[in-house]
């Protein structure tokens, strides 16, 4: 029996030598570890390189693809972190999220998904071959070639494919935009904003993750989370070329003045917010000071109005899908801005600033905007639609 008992004992001890042997590579060390550590450490020398501006040491890393696109942008921080690796053989797949900030700009880091593709020297050393936005991920501006940057006295515009006098004369909208902005909202935000201008309305598809079908006609977004606290990255505006670049001056100025809008309420601006308000309290600042009268700004509801189709209630988030009716969208967007431009002529313009805080300050979309209607401007629902519906037929009647 005794003998037995040290046999099975010493076929333990051998079936778990058998399994250290299969977990532990060379030197007592998971091999998994080792590589992780070692690519970590690759693109760590990468990330300093591109800080450092040195050409040299990026090259020691890999491709050059991306060092020439970004030479010309301010970054404050720059750095990767190993999400996920895949090796087969003297190649490997890395997943990885960049982190990055912008000089002045970003409080806290962007982050994006990037997957780099790996090959293995001679030496048996790590190098890129290759990096590029992860499947599904949106492309950052340096993805599509390389980047322009004008700086303003209240803004940084960042282009790619564009000459530098287009983009100085945006620099110039866009210092327009931020004091046109705070004397209406305050000044209690950033008071400067990012412009990402890319080639085409390709490149701003790219740069939203999304077809191009459903910004095609759409001027300029906005990226960036709502109710997003203060030490959140800077909101990047977007501005589609093909469709900016054919406005005139008056337009394009009230668009990125609507952008700008946008970024100053951001923290205000929460899912309790309808789009009606949001967006239609960005086209009343937008449009402060443009001479533009409501049959001039509002042509869609003008004509509904004239033909006995004025709307019965407020626009709905659905309303400003970018991919429905063109007619639809543009009458939402005007019937937000004429709600918003009732409520500066009958209770006042910091009135109407209060009110888009109220609603915003509320947990849930349900009760928001009747809660703050009666709080701020002593009114319910049903009065505020009834008093804007004759205000419709009023101005535009």
């Given at each position: 029996?005794?003998?037995?008992?040290?046999?099975?004992?010493?076929?333990?001890?051998?079936?778990?030598?058998?399994?250290?042997?299969?977990?532990?590579g060379?030197?007592?060390?998971?091999?998994?570890?080792?590589?992780?550590?070692?690519?970590?450490?690759?693109?760590?020398?990468?990330?300093?390189?591109?800080?450092?501006?040195?050409?040299?040491?990026?090259?020691?890393?890999?491709?050059?693809?991306?060092?020439?696109?970004?030479?010309?942008?301010?970054?404050?921080d720059?750095?990767?972190?190993?999400?996920?690796?895949?090796?087969?053989g003297?190649?490997?797949?890395?997943?990885?999220?960049?982190?990055?900030?912008?000089?002045?700009?970003?409080?806290?880091?962007?982050?994006?998904?990037?997957?780099?593709?790996?090959?293995?020297?001679?030496?048996?050393?790590?190098?890129?071959?290759?990096?590029?936005?992860?499947?599904?991920?949106?492309?950052?501006?340096?993805?599509?070639?390389?980047?322009?940057?004008?700086?303003?006295d209240?803004?940084?515009?960042?282009?790619?494919?564009?000459?530098?006098?287009?983009?100085?004369?945006?620099?110039?909208?866009?210092?327009?935009?931020?004091?046109?902005?705070?004397?209406?909202?305050?000044t209690?935000?950033?008071?400067?904003?990012?412009?990402?201008?890319?080639r085409?309305?390709?490149?701003?598809?790219?740069?939203?993750?999304?077809?191009?079908?459903?910004?095609r006609?759409?001027?300029?977004?906005?990226?960036?989370?709502?109710?997003?606290?203060?030490?959140?990255?800077?909101?990047?505006?977007?501005?589609?070329?093909?469709?900016?670049?054919v406005?005139?001056?008056?337009?394009?100025?009230?668009?990125?003045?609507?952008?700008?809008?946008?970024?100053?309420?951001?923290?205000?601006?929460?899912?309790?917010?309808?789009?009606?308000?949001?967006?239609?309290?960005?086209?009343?600042?937008g449009?402060l000071?443009?001479?533009?009268?409501?049959?001039q700004?509002?042509?869609?509801?003008?004509r509904?109005?004239?033909?006995?189709?004025?709307?019965?209630?407020?626009?709905?988030?659905?309303?400003?899908?970018?991919?429905?009716?063109?007619?639809?969208?543009?009458?939402?967007?005007?019937?937000?801005?004429?709600?918003?431009?009732?409520?500066?002529?009958?209770?006042?313009?910091?009135?109407?600033a209060?009110?888009?805080?109220?609603?915003?300050?509320?947990?849930?979309?349900?009760?928001?905007?009747?809660?703050?209607?009666?709080?701020?401007?002593?009114?319910?629902?049903?009065?505020?639609?009834?008093?804007?519906?004759?205000?419709?037929?009023?101005?535009?009647?």
């Amino acid at each position: 029996m005794a003998g037995r008992r040290r046999a099975s004992g010493t076929r333990v001890v051998v079936a778990l030598c058998l399994l250290l042997v299969a977990l532990v590579g060379c030197g007592g060390r998971p091999a998994t570890d080792s590589a992780r550590a070692d690519v970590q450490s690759l693109l760590d020398r990468r990330a300093a390189a591109i800080l450092d501006h040195d050409a040299a040491a990026y090259l020691r890393t890999g491709a050059r693809d991306r060092f020439d696109h970004l030479r010309a942008v301010p970054l404050a921080d720059w750095s990767y972190r190993l999400t996920g690796l895949r090796r087969t053989g003297d190649t490997a797949l890395v997943e990885a999220e960049l982190r990055y900030r912008v000089q002045g700009y970003d409080r806290a880091p962007v982050r994006a998904a990037r997957t780099l593709s790996l090959g293995l020297d001679a030496e048996g050393h790590w190098y890129v071959e290759s990096e590029r936005p992860a499947k599904g991920a949106a492309e950052q501006l340096w993805d599509q070639g390389e980047v322009s940057v004008v700086r303003g006295d209240d803004s940084l515009v960042l282009g790619v494919g564009q000459p530098a006098a287009r983009l100085r004369s945006y620099a110039v909208l866009a210092d327009h935009a931020v004091p046109a902005v705070s004397q209406a909202w305050g000044t209690n935000w950033a008071r400067h904003i990012v412009v990402l201008v890319p080639r085409s309305l390709t490149g701003m598809a790219g740069l939203l993750g999304a077809p191009e079908s459903s910004y095609r006609g759409i001027a300029a977004v906005t990226t960036g989370e709502t109710g997003a606290p203060a030490d959140a990255p800077a909101d990047r505006i977007i501005l589609n070329p093909d469709a900016y670049g054919v406005l005139g001056d008056t337009g394009k100025k009230v668009v990125l003045t609507h952008e700008t809008t946008h970024v100053a309420t951001r923290t205000h601006t929460t899912p309790a917010t309808p789009l009606w308000l949001s967006e239609g309290y960005a086209d009343w600042i937008g449009y402060l000071g443009s001479g533009r009268s409501p049959s001039q700004a509002a042509p869609e509801l003008r004509r509904a109005v004239s033909e006995g189709r004025a709307p019965r209630s407020l626009p709905s988030d659905a309303d400003f899908g970018f991919a429905g009716d063109a007619t639809g969208l543009a009458q939402a967007y005007e019937g937000g801005w004429m709600a918003c431009r009732m409520i500066a002529d009958r209770w006042g313009e910091v009135r109407l600033a209060e009110f888009y805080r109220a609603v915003g300050g509320h947990e849930r979309r349900a009760g928001a905007v009747e809660g703050a209607l009666q709080d701020v401007l002593g009114t319910s629902l049903e009065e505020f639609t009834g008093q804007w519906r004759e205000y419709l037929r009023t101005q535009l009647g």
